[in-house]
């Protein structure tokens, strides 16, 4: 297993128990290979597992008022179906870290997409552990983060944008606008960030795999600031 300090340094979380991390590594045809009772990744992927759907549905629920338990069960299902885990997986490296046995190291274990997204579950269950929820509420959200912006482009889901648009226009006859900030990436993988204005203000910023979903990420942030209750003084 490779050096862990720069799997932590793109993580952006530095474990205070890197046996955990190891653990979180370390998958199950070990146990298998060696036919002893070898710890293993399954149960941290079965915690990982928990604590990804309990954070994500949170977010979902604050971030979409007006959908209903049927519509967020299916956004939910897509943020965190197996494939979309592997993606997680493999654009953290986690891969050329795991420990394998011989027969699934020759079997292309390392880039097997079921493995993949068993390891990113087992990686958050083991951040839980290491470091509680709030981290791993923190890491989730660095990883999810900007797929929340695709979600609210979803046909019948909602329309942030709509939305916006009809509350500000509701006090004033002008407006939101949407200002391209930056755009980050290889051509097969960008990612953008836009900010949206109302009368020269900027209200919020958004991030997406394209720029429909940053900006559409960028009203559901302007939505939920401006729905906030004013704090008393």
Do not use: W
Request: net charge negative; with cysteine.
């Amino acid at each position: 297993m490779p050096l862990l300090a720069e799997l932590q340094q793109r993580l952006g979380y530095p474990f205070r128990d890197e046996n955990l991390l190891r653990l979180a590594l370390t998958h199950p045809s070990v146990a298998h290979e060696q036919n002893t009772p070898t710890p293993h990744n399954q149960r941290l992927e079965f915690l990982g597992d928990s604590v990804l759907g309990l954070v994500l549905t949170r977010e979902l629920y604050e971030r979409f008022p007006a959908a209903d338990e049927g519509s967020l069960t299916k956004i939910r299902a897509k943020l965190v179906n197996a494939s979309a885990l592997s993606d997680h997986g493999r654009a953290l490296n986690l891969g050329a870290h795991l420990l394998l046995s011989r027969g699934e190291e020759n079997t292309g274990g390392r880039e097997r997409a079921s493995t993949l997204a068993d390891a990113f579950e087992s990686l958050l269950g083991a951040i839980f552990l290491d470091g509680g929820f709030e981290a791993a509420r923190e890491f989730t959200m660095r990883e999810f983060g900007a797929k929340f912006g695709e979600v609210g482009a979803m046909p019948g889901i909602d329309n942030p944008k709509g939305e916006l648009q009809e509350l500000l226009q509701a006090k004033s006859p002008t407006a939101p606008e949407y200002q391209l900030i930056s755009t980050n990436g290889a051509d097969h993988d960008r990612d953008f960030e836009c900010a949206v204005l109302h009368a020269g203000v900027e209200l919020a910023r958004g991030r997406g795999k394209s720029k429909k979903a940053a900006e559409s990420d960028a009203a559901l942030a302007a939505l939920k600031q401006l729905r906030e209750p004013t704090e008393s003084p």
